[in-house]
């Protein structure tokens, strides 16, 4: 069955520091995957999606993920995170009838 | 820009009352799902319809129904509402046209309590 997992709960970095949030995926055939961020109070907002060609993709807010199928791995990362990302973020993969499938979610806190 | 539209952002009811919540969307898009979302568990689909007047069950439907019987607007209802069904819920849209490819749009959640 399809599924995605997001290893990581809870991440804290500081402003102005790398992140990589992690995402595995488990799908049968070419995955169609997506990164979603979610401010407190609001709904999903999409930031990038990958389904073919160049593996490493890039989104807004300066977002970009890398698609490794040897790992079934769609990580997302940011070179310089702003306090504005504290957010919580998503990992999905859409399944052959439409609808999708979600990760549990990794909660980003941002330290001055 | 897509915009799909939940009537209330925070709704109170009491446990046995029939709950409606309702969705809008503005882009002519055939699929349409409802999710509640709750810590650690991430999205979990409840029900999700192809077009007007289809619908599917997803994974936990149990005490749930929905109607969709224009094509942008697709309502949840809880039957009898219980304390467990207390949650974020969410609303997404979505084209058909380019396949699995076109991501999901959301509104912005109705967060309800049941007491």
């Known amino acids: 069955a399809q599924s995605v997992t997001q290893p990581d709960i809870h991440i804290t970095v500081s402003e102005g520091a790398s992140l990589e949030l992690r995402c595995n995926y488990s799908?049968?055939?070419?995955?169609?995957l997506f990164w979603y961020v979610q401010s407190p109070g609001q709904g999903l907002q999409l930031l990038l999606k990958?389904?073919?060609?160049?593996?490493l993709v890039q989104g807004i807010k300066g977002f970009e993920a890398e698609f490794k199928r040897s790992q079934s791995s769609f990580n997302l990362r940011k070179p310089s995170v702003h306090w504005s990302d504290a957010a919580e973020y998503f990992c999905?993969?859409?399944?052959?009838?439409?609808?999708?499938?979600f990760g549990a979610g990794t909660r980003l806190t941002v330290k001055p | 820009d897509v915009k799909v539209t939940q009537s209330s952002r925070y709704l109170v009811k009491r446990t046995g009352e029939k709950v409606f919540l309702e969705c809008v969307q503005d882009m002519d898009h055939e699929n349409m799902f409802w999710y509640r979302q709750d810590p650690g568990l991430g999205l979990r689909l409840i029900y999700f319809s192809y077009d007007v007047k289809m619908k599917e069950k997803g994974d936990i439907p149990e005490g749930y129904s929905v109607s969709r019987e224009k094509k942008e607007r697709f309502s949840l209802i809880l039957e009898s509402a219980s304390t467990n069904q207390t949650s974020m819920y969410l609303c997404?849209?979505?084209?058909?046209?380019?396949?699995?490819?076109?991501?999901?749009?959301f509104g912005d959640g109705t967060r309800l309590s049941i007491l």
């Open positions: 799908y049968g055939a070419t995955p169609y």
């Open positions: 997404a849209s979505k084209s058909v046209e380019g396949g699995l490819n076109q991501p999901q749009h």
């Open positions: 990958y389904f073919s060609g160049d593996t």
């Open positions: 999905a993969v859409s399944r052959w009838n439409n609808d999708m499938r």
